[in-house]
T-cell receptor, first 110, second 112 residues
Framework: GQQLNQSPQSMFIQEGEDVSMNCTSS?????WLWYKQEPGEGPVLLIA?????ELTSNGRLTAQFGITRKDSFLNISASIPSDVGIYFC??????????FGKGTSLLVTP | NAGVTQTPKFQVLKTGQSMTLQCAQD?????MSWYRQDPGMGLRLIHY???????DQGEVPNGYNVSRSTTEDFPLRLLSAAPSQTSVYFC???????????FGEGSWLTVV
């Protein structure tokens, strides 16, 4: 599958700070998805993006589908301790299979 | 509210043993898939199925078999376990053409 470059690899921040992470690809996608995974659990979908340029929010989370269709970012505002986890981006071109980034590990200190 | 159910949650195998990871979904989803997750590697697709009787290979299919005799079930078989297959395995499902893919809680497999 296509390689997705997700950065940063990890973040260690204080509660209340904003967080930004992004994902880039050498190939275009028709859909970008952002998942969160907590220890011992499967990934849970946070936001799905379906059109180039689309900006979508889900509570304190905001994600955008890049105009080139080769990138996406996720922002978390005013982080709280329960935001801790690994965040994955995933691209979907056609069909059903997802291409995942390697994840951004987020740690939030009170 | 079962969603995607995987069993077992944890398993230890000896090299050369065979076993089956079970996956069932109760959402009448056509599409089901298996991923493995290794440290620093993200999730990689092993096999997938777009409907009963239809399966295909993903990115890392070697050493694994699948079948899809019913819409609900999609078992993953390890024919002769190897230490390189030590990983966390996730089953996932979605509606045909759907972008919302639901994951099970994972199966932790260790091959010694």
């Amino acid at each position: 599958g296509q390689q997705l470059n997700q950065s940063p690899q990890s973040m260690f921040i204080q509660e209340g700070e904003d967080v930004s992470m992004n994902c880039t690809s050498s190939s275009i996608f028709n859909t970008w998805l952002w998942y969160k995974q907590e220890p011992g659990e499967g990934p849970v979908l946070l936001i799905a993006l379906y059109k180039a340029g689309e900006l979508t929010s889900n509570g304190r989370l905001t994600a955008q589908f890049g105009i080139t269709r080769k990138d996406s970012f996720l922002n978390i505002s005013a982080s709280i301790p329960s935001d801790v986890g690994i965040y994955f981006c995933a691209g979907q071109l056609g069909g059903y299979a997802l291409n995942f980034g390697k994840g951004t590990s987020l740690l939030v200190t009170p | 509210n079962a969603g995607v159910t995987q069993t077992p949650k944890f398993q230890v195998l000896k090299t050369g043993q065979s076993m089956t990871l079970q996956c069932a979904q109760d959402m009448n989803h056509e599409y089901m898939s298996w991923y493995r997750q290794d440290p620093g590697m993200g999730l990689r697709l092993i096999h997938y199925s777009v409907g009963a009787g239809i399966t295909d290979q993903g990115e890392v299919p070697n050493g694994y078999n699948v079948s899809r005799s019913t819409t609900e079930d999609f078992p993953l078989r390890l024919l002769s376990a190897a230490p390189s297959q030590t990983s966390v395995y996730f089953c996932a499902s979605s509606l045909q053409g759907g972008n919302t893919i639901y994951f099970g809680e994972g199966s932790w497999l260790t091959v010694v």
